[in-house]
């Protein structure tokens, strides 16, 4: 009887299958095909125009073992990741707190100013960086000069490359993570506030001791958000430097767009894809837990 | 308030910083590649507000035609979007069927999939299809990547679930079919939803670059962001001034629509983060 009760339900919301129909269509061409495709041609060789060959694990192989310019990809957006996520998110709480004041004036001005970086075209923006920041002629360099600076090689030393992707991702990204920021920070009951300030705690502790702890969650998400968004950077270093000089600001998404694009490897490039997805699979699972975790908060009838 | 002082002093000597690459390409939209490499970058332009780099960007290099091209993908990605996406939305809110929560779980696990990994075999399938340099390369596969239809049921099925079920009961019981409480009772209610997903996902499209730069090689078809890289890979024969103004003229539309609904903007990456 449990089965046709069952029978009977299905075909009662028969609507509601009919509504989420189109995304789980879209789902299985766009995304659910594509990539067991994908899976299945990282072990296999083919070359623009040549038949497949099965190689087994030979791409994994070559990748993990012998080739050093996949671990220098991996290991520039490690780095890109670790100089630019800290200080960003630490700073764009700092001007969330600093802007959540009751005191502080002209507060619609800023949070407009400092998010307009995050809804500009990266491609623009990279553009302008790169005039900005160039050798000899740039106005960053320029400016330097001026006081007597020597110039830097912003885009053309391999020591650089990468910090300047960096000023570049932290210029575009602070404001959206202040604002997140100053959500959560609303979110904050003031009695807290109220509580430490009776208990004499100064403006410094009480940020260190109570404000911080209590945006555990918001951090949280601000971190797992960058670590993707990082691990998957393309048109920065696209524009800005075409991973150079040398491999010193290649990422993995670029290294498999030259690969797959640019040498028609395709094969080999899956394999760059695939292990991209893994390295990313861990912040991508915890994104996704806090989404269905924020999600449970909507009791649905 | 002497420090309240300071505080302020800094923010502003921020808000130079992020408006700065603003200023500088308006200028250099007005300028020759001299001027954009030297100090005179900062100055207003010598000969006036010349239009001489806007008409060279129309005349030769197709960036009408690339900005049709734009607007043409981003409007029927958003409309495609926001149709599907509050109608899957509304089912998984306000309906109770067999497998909901599975199927659910299924949708929010597709986010965890990066889009770089499925643009080798989507390309394949695109090349099969005939349908390398078209719109529908552009705008189809997109959406299951960035800010695609997962992450917007899952923003409108929030939406949704603040719709009162017993309105939705009063529509049965006057004889309502299950289409018309979704479009006439539940849409109305969303609007505000409409309007958030409405502008992610245009910022999300119109600055998309490298799905359009892989999928697409005719320059007919080129989005702005494609043909403003392109003018950008030539810049030994191409004047910088230009470059300038087609950075300007495509950042424009988002930042305008930014400014006029700020507050529904700013609230929405609030709430798109944390609730």
Redesign the interface.
């Known amino acids: 009887m449990k089965r046709r009760g069952l029978w009977h339900r299905i075909l009662l919301n028969k609507h509601a299958y009919f509504f989420i129909a189109p995304f789980f269509l879209i789902f299985a061409i766009f995304g659910l095909y594509p990539i067991t495709y994908s899976f299945i041609l990282s072990f296999f060789n083919w070359n623009a125009n040549q038949p497949w060959t099965f190689v087994a694990l030979a791409n994994y192989r070559n990748l993990l073992v012998r080739d050093t310019v996949f671990w220098t990809s991996l290991w520039n957006v490690i780095y890109i990741y670790l100089i630019n996520v800290p200080p960003m998110i630490f700073v764009s709480v700092v001007i969330a707190v600093v802007l959540n004041s009751p005191y502080q004036k002209f507060k619609d001005f800023f949070r407009i100013t400092y998010l307009i970086p995050y809804v500009t075209s990266v491609l623009s923006i990279a553009i302008v960086f790169f005039v900005v920041f160039d050798d000899s002629r740039g106005l960053v360099n320029l400016l330097l000069g001026q006081i007597g600076l020597s110039p830097v090689h912003w885009l053309t030393s391999k020591k650089m490359s990468k910090i300047s992707i960096d000023i570049l991702v932290t210029w575009k990204w602070l404001g959206y993570n202040m604002i997140i920021a100053l959500a959560g920070l609303q979110s904050i009951d003031t009695q807290v506030y109220d509580a430490s300030r009776i208990d004499g705690a100064g403006t410094l502790r009480t940020f260190f001791r109570i404000t911080l702890p209590l945006l555990r969650p918001v951090i949280g998400f601000q971190v797992i958000m960058a670590t993707i968004g990082t691990l998957t950077m393309f048109t920065e270093p696209y524009i800005l430097t075409d991973g150079g000089p040398g491999y010193s600001s290649l990422t993995l998404v670029l290294y498999l767009y030259r690969t797959a694009f640019k040498f028609f490897k395709l094969g080999y490039g899956a394999g760059i894809a695939f292990l991209t997805f893994i390295v990313i699979l861990i912040p991508a699972s915890i994104q996704v837990r806090l989404y269905a975790e924020r999600d449970r908060s909507y009791t649905v009838t | 308030?002497k420090p309240?002082i300071l505080?302020?002093f800094l923010?502003c000597v921020?808000?130079v910083?992020?408006?700065f690459?603003?200023y500088?390409?308006l200028l250099?939209s007005f300028k020759t590649t001299g001027e954009?490499?030297?100090?005179r970058?900062?100055s207003l332009p010598k000969g006036g507000f010349r239009l001489t780099n806007y008409i060279g960007l129309f005349g030769k290099s197709g960036f009408g035609r690339s900005l049709l091209n734009s607007t043409i993908v981003s409007i029927s990605y958003i409309a495609i979007i926001l149709f599907?996406?509050s109608?899957?939305g509304?089912?998984?809110?306000?309906?109770?069927?067999?497998g909901?929560n599975g199927?659910f779980?299924l949708?929010?696990?597709?986010?965890?999939?990066?889009p770089?990994?499925?643009?080798?075999?989507?390309?394949?399938?695109m090349a099969a299809l005939g349908w390398v340099s078209s719109y529908q390369a552009l705008v189809?596969?997109r959406?299951?990547q960035g800010f695609g239809?997962?992450f917007t049921?899952?923003l409108m099925?929030?939406y949704m679930?603040y719709v009162p079920?017993a309105l939705l009961d009063s529509g049965r019981v006057d004889g309502c079919r299950?289409?018309r409480i979704?479009w006439q009772i539940a849409m109305p209610m969303v609007k505000a939803g409409l309007l958030v997903i409405g502008m992610i996902v245009f910022?999300d499209i119109?600055?998309d670059?490298?799905w359009p730069l892989?999928v697409t090689s005719k320059l007919e078809m080129y989005t702005v962001?494609l043909n403003?890289?392109r003018l950008?890979g030539t810049q030994r024969e191409v004047e910088?001034g230009q470059?300038?103004a087609a950075?300007?003229m495509?950042?424009l539309p988002?930042?305008v629509?930014?400014?006029v609904f700020?507050k529904t903007?700013?609230s929405g990456?609030?709430?798109g983060?944390?609730?």
Do not use: H
């Open positions: 308030m309240r505080i302020t923010l921020g808000a910083i992020f408006l690459p603003f500088f390409m250099g954009i490499f030297s100090m970058i900062l599907l996406s109608m899957a509304f089912a998984f809110a306000k309906y109770r069927f067999p909901r199927l779980v949708l929010l696990a597709s986010i965890m999939v990066p770089q990994v499925l643009y080798i075999p989507l390309y394949i399938v189809l596969p959406l299951l239809l997962a049921i899952f099925r929030q679930s079920d299950e289409y979704y910022m119109w600055n670059f490298m892989i962001s403003i890289s950008f910088w470059i300038m950075c300007f495509s950042s988002l930042i629509i930014f400014l700020r903007f700013i990456i609030a709430q983060a944390f609730k």
